[in-house]
């Protein structure tokens, strides 16, 4: 077991819709509509997507997917649908100024799914954390000439005093079920905060903070790893460290390859 200083805390930018998540034990913050397993079931619509190639980087095709329009529904939340169609908060909220994300039907029949993305401008192979974007792109390795696939997902990154570094790496390791020894000064926090004097959690709980699946990296004390909350995901909330959604992890987890290059930039 190691001390990896990259979770808990909550973000300045979304610290009180941070903290009322935090108090909020329900999987969904709707009146209903939205279940658990809707999240897992929404596997079936993520698909790599293809890279139109150029002959060189600076002449392929940079955009992926497009952008939707999506007909609001009652018990329908921006936290619930930015999960369903692999969006952070941050993107859905951005995209839809003005809108109640808690009742978005209050003012709109409609909302924008903002669901294109330009690539970032690095080689297509790897991981690569897009920081100011809050987005994880997964470049797949090229099989006997064929297209070039890429897979995304929205990310959780460090809050404003624990900022998420840039650097490169490689994939170095891989756990399913992790155990979190706290570091102590974040068991400090949590026993300041709730009096939570824990000196681990261990894997498969819960409450623990890695989830059940960790990417480990070359750059120490950073990991790329689930979330016990959800709804933390493109918001400011760890202490470095890039948090997916729990079906997103489970998802990118057994197909990065121990040795994989990567970037956070």
């Known amino acids: 077991m190691n001390r990896w200083m990259c979770v808990g805390g909550r973000g300045r930018r979304y610290g009180m819709l941070a903290a009322l998540l935090l108090a909020i034990a329900a999987p969904s913050l709707g009146d209903g509509r939205w279940a658990e397993e809707d999240f897992y079931n929404k596997a079936r619509l993520t698909k790599p997507y293809v890279v139109v190639p150029g002959r060189d ?13 999506y007909a609001v529904t009652q018990g329908d939340t921006f936290l619930d649908l930015a999960r369903f169609y692999g969006l952070g908060y941050n993107e859905l909220e951005q995209a839809n100024p003005g809108i109640d994300p808690w009742i978005p039907g209050i003012k709109a029949t409609s909302i924008i799914l903002p669901t294109a993305w330009v690539l970032p401008q690095v080689p297509y192979e790897g991981v690569v954390v897009n920081i100011p974007e809050m987005r994880l792109y997964y470049f797949h390795a090229s099989k006997g000439g064929g297209p070039q696939l890429v897979t995304t997902y929205p990310v959780g990154l460090g809050r404003d005093e624990w900022r998420t570094p840039k650097g490169k790496f490689k994939v170095q390791g891989k756990t399913v079920n992790p155990t979190w020894v ?21 894997g498969g709980e819960p409450d623990n903070p890695l989830g059940k699946y960790r990417i480990e990296l070359s750059m120490p004390g950073y990991r790329i790893h689930g979330t016990d909350i959800p709804w933390g995901v493109g918001m400011q909330v760890s202490h470095g460290c890039v948090r997916l959604y729990p079906e997103d992890i489970e998802a990118l987890y057994p197909i990065v390859p121990i040795g994989a290059p990567g970037a956070l930039k």
């Open 57 to 69: 980087l600076a002449t392929a095709d940079t955009v992926i997917g497009s952008v939707r329009q």
């Open 182 to 202: 706290i570091p102590d000064s974040i068991r400090e926090e949590h026993i300041r905060e709730r009096g939570d004097s824990r000196t681990l959690i261990k």
